[in-house]
């Protein structure tokens, strides 16, 4: 849908802020510019909506020059949102998001539905659409932020550090209702940011930028996380490369299993014909208790008062590789506990098997790019 062709900007200054960048930015899908502070990341979205002019090169919006377009237009598809929210002070909450409509002019009541509809939508009380920006937290604003973006519904919307001011636990929700609302709605995103766990999480496509404004690398995170093209990438993915690698990859195919798994009233026979030092002890219903050692056991005798804990569970087919290998790590015994979506044990897995697990998969990504390779 974006296409960023061979793009420069040079200020007048002569400050080179972006050299010769090409980008193909997916339809519907979000897309991340990431790097450090003054690598252009601004002056590239700038670029998209016309806010500043490239100095060299092209920028294609479903296969037309952006330049041949009436800047309106052009901004019209285009939703903008940026730190701090930007919000108009002496307009109400629900005035700065009918802001775009009324401007397109739709009616005020029209406009002012619409603007309620959206709040619910971002995850704002309709109760607040009275108040003034100063009256709202900052992720509250920051909320206000993307509804007004969105309100005349445009199909691109360009994202300059939105989460920036806010607190690491608001922004992660503020990061998780992004995701939300861009499964119910498909925008274009382009999103900026420095932070490099944001682009991960958020990205469909990444793009580290470098000094100078060049494209370091542009890939899904995943091949980021496993292939950085070089010392500058790999630097700003910073440490446990590769266990945040293992995020992409699913547990369900990790090999459960429910020999060490007993109920609490177990008989001797069960008991005697598990193979591993712990025994996983769940009540009635299936749910754990926690681990018991197998030495020493006889039937009957299990005091589930005085149990290992049995940590955190993880479901497979829901949770990641990392989740279960963190799982692991903080148990105990070193065995993971799987568990279905109530909550019932379906099966142990230890730190042995999800490390094999962990080398299978990234044999079978390396083949699958291998493979991709020669089909290229
Ligand atoms: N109007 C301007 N005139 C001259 N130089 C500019 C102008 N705007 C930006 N620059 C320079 O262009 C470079 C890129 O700036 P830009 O704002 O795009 O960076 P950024 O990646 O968004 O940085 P940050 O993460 O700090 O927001 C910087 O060196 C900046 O100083
Ligand atoms: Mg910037």
Known sequence: MIRIDSVTKRYPDGTVAVDRLSLEIPDRSITVLVGPSGCGKTTTL???????????????????????????????????????????????????????????????????????????????????????PYQLSGGQQQRVGVARALAADPPVLLMDEPFSAVDPVVRKGLQDELLRLQDELGKTIVFVTHDIDEAIKLGTMVAVLREGGRLAQYAP??????????????????????????????????????????????????????????????????????????????????????????????????????????????????????????????????QQTIGEAIRAAHTESRADKAGAGVAE
């Open 46 to 132: 700038r670029m998209i909506n016309r806010m500043v002019e490239p100095t060299e090169g092209t920028i294609l919006l479903d296969g037309e020059d952006i330049q041949g377009q009436p800047v309106t237009t052009l901004r019209r598809s285009m939703g903008y949102v940026i730190q701090n929210a930007g919000l108009f002070q002496h307009r109400t909450i629900v005035d700065n998001i009918a802001t775009v409509p009324r401007m397109l002019g739709w009616g005020k009541q029209r406009a002012r539905e619409r603007a309620a509809e959206l709040m619910e939508r971002v995850g704002l009380d309709t109760a607040l659409a009275k108040r003034y």
């Open 221 to 350: 995170p995943a091949e980021l996380l496993s292939a950085p093209a070089d010392g500058f990438v790999e630097d700003f993915l910073g440490a446990d490369r590769g266990i945040r690698r293992l995020s992409f990859f699913a547990s369900a195919e990790l090999d459960l299993t429910t020999d060490a798994v007993v109920p609490a009233d177990a008989t001797a026979e069960r008991i005697a014909a598990v193979k591993a030092p712990h025994l996983l002890v769940t009540d009635p219903d299936g749910r754990p208790l926690g681990w018991a050692e197998r030495t020493g056991l006889t039937a009957g005798d299990i005091a589930t008062d005085r149990l290992l804990p049995f940590g955190r569970p993880f479901v497979p087919g829901t949770d990641s590789l990392r989740v279960a290998l963190d799982c692991a790590v903080l148990s105990p015994t070193g065995w993971a506990v799987a568990v279905d979506g109530g909550g019932r044990v379906t099966g142990v897995v230890s």
